[in-house]
């Protein structure tokens, strides 16, 4: 079972829609996670940090469920600007490294 | 605040050929991570320094790949021979801290890549 694993999509909604993206991970001992975003043929950047239950700023909510070892991200009233590849991210390992998943991809249409 | 640099931005070489990568972190952070990202896929950790020390390099193909932080600050990862398999975007990041952190000292910064392509 691979450590941080996500639905790779592709998800298309409309604008306006909500979705929700789902992430498992398998080191029961990590503290802390993370979704990053990425544009196509740029860099990572971070979204949100998951430190506890959960964590919501503006459109973007993330919940953390320890007891299913599961991190979901909503977002709320998609905009085009939100299309990228959203990775989830847990610190895990012997050295507390992140370790990233594949990333799930999101198109938002008009 | 400055961002973390990375050159070249692309770099075309053939198999068995070397290449080598540059970063400069943001300034002040004593943490430096080179991944690998190869399309299609998330990051991969390659190696990972506290100022000029390796924390982690076990998921570094020694055999091929090396790398280096002299002084603490900027950094080099080299490749040689490359392989078909090497073409990736090599990502540097930098953060202020490591480890577990509640304050966002541990988050990571990316710089915008160098990809690699091998023919």
């Known amino acids: 079972r691979k450590e941080v694993e996500q639905d790779p999509g592709p998800f298309n909604v409309p604008e306006g829609a909500t979705v929700a993206f789902n992430c498992t991970y398998s080191n029961s001992a990590s503290q802390s996670f993370f979704w990053y975003r990425q544009d196509c043929r740029k860099e990572p950047k971070l979204l949100m940090s998951v430190y506890s239950s959960g964590n919501e700023d503006g459109r973007f909510t993330a919940q953390l469920n320890r007891a299913s070892q599961y991190i979901s991200l909503l977002i709320r009233d998609s905009k085009l600007s939100d299309s990228a590849t959203y990775l989830c991210v847990s610190r895990g390992g012997s050295q507390g490294n992140l370790i990233f998943g594949k990333g799930t991809k999101l198109s938002v249409k008009p | 605040e400055a961002g973390v640099a990375q050159s070249p931005r692309y770099k075309i070489i053939e198999k068995r050929q070397s290449v080598a990568f540059w970063c400069n972190p943001i300034?002040?952070?004593?943490?430096l991570y080179w991944y690998q990202q190869i399309l299609g896929q998330g990051p991969k950790l390659l190696i990972q320094?506290?100022?000029?020390?390796?924390?982690?390099d076990s998921q570094l193909p020694k055999d091929r790949f090396s790398a280096e932080r002299l002084k603490g600050v900027d950094s080099t990862l080299k490749i040689q021979p490359a392989k078909l398999e090497d073409s990736a975007v090599y990502l540097c990041?930098?953060?202020?801290?490591?480890?577990?952190?509640?304050?966002?000292?541990?988050?990571?910064?990316f710089g915008a890549g160098s990809r690699l392509t091998v023919l």
């Open positions: 990041a930098s953060s202020l801290v490591w480890g577990q952190s509640y304050s966002g000292a541990n988050v990571l910064t």
């Open positions: 320094f506290q100022n000029n020390g390796v924390v982690d």
């Open positions: 300034s002040g952070h004593a943490t």
